[in-house]
């Protein structure tokens, strides 16, 4: 089961991934599933950067 988040710090794009989740864009809205480990994928908005809305695996 998934849980929603609270307030989580943004990510820039190239950053890497602190935890395994659902993100979303917040300038644009559009979502993208993230890897722990992994590099953030490019937003659609220039400036722009990912949030984490949904924890797919809460027990990190």
Partial sequence: MT???GMR???KPGE???????????MSGQRATMVK???????QEQGSAWQQVIDTNPDD
């Fill in 16 to 26: 890497i991934v602190p935890d395994s989740g659902i993100y979303q864009d917040v």
């Fill in 9 to 11: 710090p943004l990510l």
């Fill in 3 to 5: 849980r929603q988040t």
């Fill in 37 to 43: 480990g992994e590099h953030a994928p490019p937003t």
